[in-house]
């Protein structure tokens, strides 16, 4: 059989003059390509390449004033519209903790950028920032709305610019984001306990996975249900329209390997489409492909100030498509009307008992 012929920056740029309304991602995944090599294909023409440093991205960024932020997985959307502010850059994780965007960077991960211009049938221009990781899969993207500053982008764009603008890039495979370690039968789940039951803040729960060889699905998986308990599939919808309905403020996380990005507020428009379920209110709107939901956990995790909970959904291979909790600010405790919400949702540990 003969190998599938491989797609040029010609035939990618030839596919989308055929297909001028499809989405990057979906034109890609057509293609055989990534994301990236299908944006890559038309530097030179109305794309630059431009470096992904962040420490010149994040404290540059502002200047823009009002855009969208964009973050996503296989299964999730995530879009804020907001300025980016107070920005702090580290040297493995930085931050963004701004009241509209909220984000935290894994810059390791950030290995391609690109500025884009992409002309509408009316003639107008749509300008953003698009960042990829060594795989082509899209990390994190910025677009520019009405009341963004122009110039300040193209300052930007000019400070990050390559000298290299071909239209080809090289790609690494990358492992699966939550690669299993350990099969289950192998996993210390008495030590997972005894450490779990000693958290004093959530973060510390990263650390205990990676010293016991665990993905965050596998401790959920064997923890047991006095801190974590399997919910109905459909339970993320019933959440999200009971938190709308009771105008509830929620935390909202989907990420990728280079970006996680966080809502905190109330939400108002649930909506649902197809296999979509949507929020789509006035600065936050939200995708989630309801039929890629295999699981979905209620975690319980020990703080100083009391326990949280979280509403987690995964999809098949065991990744987190997206992670709820209920907003609450650091030092005090959990809301009561989130916890309720949470420990009423349809308990599957309980119907099969």
């Known amino acids: ?26 034109l890609a995944q057509q293609l055989g390509v990534s994301e990236a090599e299908l944006v890559a294909a038309y530097c030179g023409i109305s794309v630059v390449r431009i470096s992904p440093r962040i ?12 855009v969208m932020a964009l973050t996503r997985n296989e299964s999730a959307v995530h879009e804020k519209i907001g300025t980016y502010e107070n ?11 701004g009241e509209q965007i909220d984000m935290r960077i894994f ?32 990390i994190h993207k910025i677009h520019l709305r009405p009341a963004s500053s122009l ?13 290299d603008q071909s239209q080809t890039i090289e790609l690494t495979s990358l492992p699966e984001i939550e690669e299993k370690k350990l099969a289950i039968e192998e996993l210390d789940a008495s030590s997972l306990r005894d450490r779990w039951k000693k958290m004093r803040d959530v973060h510390e729960f990263f650390g205990i996975l990676r010293s016991l060889s665990m993905t965050r699905h596998q401790a959920v998986q ?23 309905k009771g105008e509830m403020p929620i935390m909202c996380f989907i990420g990728n390997r280079g970006c996680i990005q966080i809502h905190s507020g109330p939400i108002q428009a649930v909506k649902p489409m197809g296999p979509w379920i949507n929020i789509l209110d006035e600065t936050f709107h939200m ?28 999809d098949a291979k065991g990744a987190l498509i997206v992670q709820f909790f209920g907003k609450r600010a650091e030092g005090s405790g959990e809301r009561s009307d989130w916890r309720d919400l949470v420990e009423n949702l349809p308990n599957l540990m309980h119907a099969a008992a």
Do not use: C
């Not at 890629?292 to 909970?309: L, M, N, Q, S």
């Open 1 to 26: 059989m003969a190998e599938p012929v491989k797609s040029t920056p010609e035939t990618i740029r030839q596919a989308r003059a055929e297909n001028p309304k499809m989405r990057e991602r979906d």
């Open 107 to 138: 810059q390791s991960h950030w290995a391609h950028g690109f500025a884009v211009a992409k002309e509408d049938e009316d003639g107008s221009v749509r300008r953003s920032l698009q960042f990829f990781d060594a795989a082509g899969e899209a």
């Open 222 to 244: 064997v923890i047991g249900d006095d801190f974590a308990w399997r919910l109905d599939g459909q339970t993320v919808t019933t959440m999200l329209h009971q938190a709308a």
């Open 287 to 314: 995708h989630l492909r309801t039929d890629h939901i295999a699981e979905v956990w209620a975690v319980r995790k020990p703080t100083k100030d009391g326990h949280v909970t979280s509403l987690e959904a995964y």
């Open 87 to 97: 920005a702090h850059v580290s040297k493995h994780a930085s931050i963004v903790l």
């Open 55 to 66: 420490e010149t991205f994040l404290t540059k960024i502002a200047s823009l004033g009002e």
């Open 151 to 163: 110039d300040a982008y193209e300052v930007l764009v000019a400070k990050l610019r390559l000298d």
